[in-house]
């Protein structure tokens, strides 16, 4: 089984989209199932309604998962577990404050050197432990720091070779008896069985820890890790949260299909065949071991063009994008001008709303009073024939004004195409200006 497991903390990250993708897909190609397993251990960061927001855009994505779980639901089995390494000696009871050890932390960070728990209460003896918790002083437990390397193969970057001083002796269920990331992550992995651990590199530096968890409690059977490269922004540094596209969200309500969202993120960093596909076609030949080790960069204007190759893929738009079957014609002249269906929409919903600019208003005025009081021509030619006759107009003073009674834009299509497209509807529109 394979498991995409985000936190209900924030807004999806197109990081943890592409790592949702990359999870699907393989689950797909090995007939594993894909899981979805909401991490919601952290109360305090946890934002209400975060979770259906996800599962929803999941939906969207046609990233169906076969079940979903929250891990809060296993708390009971986390703390049955750090009881085990207790009674094992593989983990130990922590009564030092918080206090004390950001006063370790501020030293560690003053001798330039990185901070590592000093190990004070490994070795309390039982009758120190009995009375310290006969008083209530609150206590952590810390998993005891492993005496050998970590040691594993990432199925994209490699080798890799933890020592113990870079693993620690790191705490696994806080003082509200509620686990932390690391030890739920490694726990639940074991109970789901999970064979593959699809997942950004930003995670690393977890992975020793949680083998080491798994190693403690005796489980032996291997889970394989494939860490992915980070995304970068225009400039070339780890792209923010806090920047737009970064939002799944904010690239939806700016009008990127989602197909194209799906089609951009699989082909970031990596180069196949074919450059416009679907999540279908990407399962036939996607191939995890292939994937670059480097970063990508994160390009907007390639998302457009995939954008609007996908665009082109919808057989009715008005119907897709909520439209009466009529505007049909002139909402596909609108998308072969356009990068995202929101600059459709923007340029549809423009066609009905009054004339703003004074430059033609006269112009505009007078080519009004001209279709409205008289029979629209079959053909363009014909029409515009007897409109430049009566009215005398020409050049830019006859298309300029004739396009804004159009489109209510003076540039944009060939006003041969829009008179055609808009022909049934041309006086209801001109009305309006």
């Known amino acids: 089984m394979l498991r995409f497991a985000p936190s209900p903390t924030g807004d999806m990250h197109i990081g943890n989209l592409r790592v949702a993708i990359f999870n699907y897909i393989v689950a797909k190609q090995r007939g594993e199932k894909f ?53 094992k000696k593989k983990a130990f009871v922590c009564f030092c404050d918080e206090e004390e050890l950001n006063k370790e932390r501020e030293k560690a960070k003053k001798e330039k050197r ?38 594993f193969k990432d199925e994209i970057k490699g080798e890799f070779d933890f020592s113990p001083f870079e693993v620690d002796s790191f705490v696994i269920l806080r003082k509200d008896y509620t686990p932390t990331y690391n030890f739920a992550c490694a726990i639940d992995d074991m109970l789901y069985d999970i064979s593959l651990v699809i997942r950004g590199e930003d995670h690393l530096s977890n992975t020793p820890k949680q083998i080491h968890i798994r190693n403690s409690l005796g ?67 996607f191939d995890l071991s292939k994937i670059s080790r480097s970063p990508a960069k994160f390009d907007i204007e390639k998302l457009k063009f995939l954008n609007k190759e996908h665009m082109k893929r919808i057989e009715n738009l008005s119907e897709y994008l909520g439209y009466h079957k009529q505007y049909e014609e002139l909402l596909k002249i609108f998308r072969d001008e356009s990068a995202t269906l929101k600059e459709i929409r923007e340029k549809f919903e423009a066609v009905f709303e009054k004339a703003k600019d004074d430059e033609f208003k006269n112009e505009r005025e007078i080519l009004k009073k001209e279709i409205l009081e008289n029979e629209l021509e079959d053909s363009y030619d014909e029409f515009k024939k007897r409109v430049s006759k009566n009215t005398s107009l020409k050049g830019k003073k006859l298309f300029m004004p004739l396009r804004e009674l159009l489109i209510n834009q003076k540039h944009g299509a060939e006003i041969k195409d829009l008179y055609k497209a808009m022909k049934p509807y041309l006086k209801e529109v001109v009305k309006t200006r």
């Open 35 to 87: 899981l979805v397993r909401i991490e919601d251990t952290d109360k305090e960061r946890n934002i209400e309604g975060k979770d259906k927001e996800i599962l929803a855009l999941l939906e969207l994505f046609k990233l169906i998962p076969d079940s979903v779980v929250y891990q809060s639901g296993n708390f009971h089995i986390h703390q049955q577990m750090a009881k085990q390494l207790l009674d």
């Open 114 to 151: 990185p901070y590592r728990y000093s190990g004070k209460c490994e070795n309390l003896s039982s009758d120190e432990v009995e009375k310290l918790l006969k008083e209530k002083k609150p206590f952590v437990i810390r998993i005891k720091k492993p005496e050998n390397n970590i040691k």
């Open 219 to 285: 489980y032996d059977k291997e889970i394989k890790y494939a860490h992915l490269p980070i995304i970068l922004n225009e400039e070339g540094k780890k792209l923010s949260k806090r920047e737009n596209h970064a939002s799944v969200k904010w690239l939806l309500e700016e009008g990127f299909m989602p197909e194209a969202i799906v089609n951009y993120l699989i082909l970031l960093g990596n180069s196949f065949e074919k450059e416009v596909f679907t999540l279908d076609e990407a399962i036939e030949f």
